[in-house]
């Protein structure tokens, strides 16, 4: 599995999973990793894993990507302890030096649907909370998400993450995860 592990902002020190198939991250709502800065463009960068190997492709961002400091200018290779920058944000890339298994059970054209665990998973590892900062955020595209619930199932969750601030960033993924599904639940409603 492939694993960042968070250099910057919010998130600092925390471990970042990243399911295997290939990865946007950018500003806009549809990427996978969204980060939400003006220095990062709407579709920033890609990874993308081949032949068990990780690489990067800069999608001519504004401000441009790096690894260990140097701009991407083609489609270049991610190794163990690499740091990949989007704009403010910067990653380590996690682990040893070995191949990275493409998993078969996704077709090319659609992955698997993720569940809430799954998602919580693949945001983070628990450990301890840092300082906080605005401005950055990491969220899920919406088309990997199971189907929405109804606001109504969750109240005493929603009221208890609220009063009590998040624990984890688990915890605050999920309610992210709960404003945009019912944000999609509400947008679908009025177009019909």
């Not at 902002?9 to 970042?16: D, I, R």
């Not at 806009?28 to 081949?50: A, K, Y």
């Not at 961002?61 to 701009?71: E, L, M, R, V, W």
């Not at 590892?125 to 955020?137: F, I, L, P, R």
């Amino acid at each position: 599995m492939t694993r960042f592990i968070i250099q910057s902002g919010k998130y600092k020190g925390k471990t970042l999973k990243l399911p295997e198939r290939n990865i946007t991250i950018g500003r806009e709502l549809d990427c996978d990793v969204r980060v939400t800065d003006p220095d990062v463009s709407r579709r920033h960068c890609e990874l993308h894993i081949r032949e068990g190997q990780l690489f990067v492709v800069d999608l001519n961002s504004q401000n441009g990507t790096f690894i260990n400091g140097k701009p991407v200018q083609t489609e270049s290779p991610l190794h163990p302890g690499d740091q990949l920058r989007v704009g403010p944000m910067l990653f380590e890339l996690a682990g040893a030096r070995k191949a990275i298994a493409k998993p078969t059970n996704l077709n090319t054209d659609k992955s698997a649907p993720l569940s809430d665990d799954e998602i919580s998973t693949w945001l983070s590892e628990e450990a301890e909370e840092t300082e906080t900062s605005s401005g950055d955020t990491t969220i899920i595209h919406a088309s990997q998400l199971p189907p929405p619930e109804t606001a109504a199932a969750k109240p005493a969750v929603t009221a208890n993450l609220k009063k009590n601030k998040f624990h984890s960033v688990a915890e605050e993924a999920a309610e992210i995860i709960r404003k945009h599904r019912e944000r999609i639940v509400r947008e679908q409603q009025e177009q019909q």
